[in-house]
């Protein structure tokens, strides 16, 4: 079976009509895990029409945003692992996407640009990401959006808090 005709799961959210009274107390966690499951499927869906993949798809949306970035920017910004990005790169690569050029005076350092033909992706393929955002979106009172993004935005900041707090709980005592 071919990358293109790989079935993507039909997993995110119960079969049947009561479904969403099944999930109405569901953790928020799990809600947002099954929400972002159903976005990237759909996205994913439409991004195979234009033979995006969407790992790519991360990767160029930063790119269009801050081209030349270093590799390690690059993964940092994606929130993945170096080796998976450097996989990323070689395939973008071979498909014309990207090019990756060392800096003069620092042979380690490869900064990573769009080409021609990975610049033109994005009148392709945002319209597909922004078609996603409007089926998903639809029917849903501005109120309630708007509610949704300071909840999110909320959770986001509150666990950033959290984080910090935990890291500095687990770094060694100095002054033992």
Do not use: C
Request: charge should be positive.
């Amino acid at each position: 079976m071919s990358a293109s005709a790989k079935k993507i799961p039909q997993d995110s959210q119960p079969a049947g009509p009561d479904w969403r009274e099944t999930l109405s107390s569901e953790r928020l966690a799990h809600l947002v895990k099954l929400t972002y499951r159903g976005l990237s499927r759909a996205l994913q869906l439409r991004l195979r029409k234009q033979s995006v993949l969407y790992g790519h798809w991360t990767l160029l949306r930063i790119l269009w945003q801050t081209d030349g970035m270093t590799q390690r920017q690059l993964s940092e910004q994606a929130g993945v692992m170096e080796p998976t990005t450097f996989a990323a790169l070689q395939a973008m690569e071979k498909l014309g996407y990207v090019s990756r050029q060392k800096i003069a005076g620092n042979g380690k350092q490869v900064r990573v640009f769009l080409t021609a033909k990975g610049a033109a992706l994005r009148n392709l393929i945002v319209p597909a990401a922004e078609e996603v955002n409007q089926v998903a979106l639809a029917g849903i009172p501005p109120e309630d959006l708007a509610a949704t993004r300071r909840t999110l935005l909320a959770i986001m900041h509150n666990l950033g808090v959290d984080e910090a707090a935990v890291q500095a709980a687990d770094l060694p005592d100095e002054a033992a």
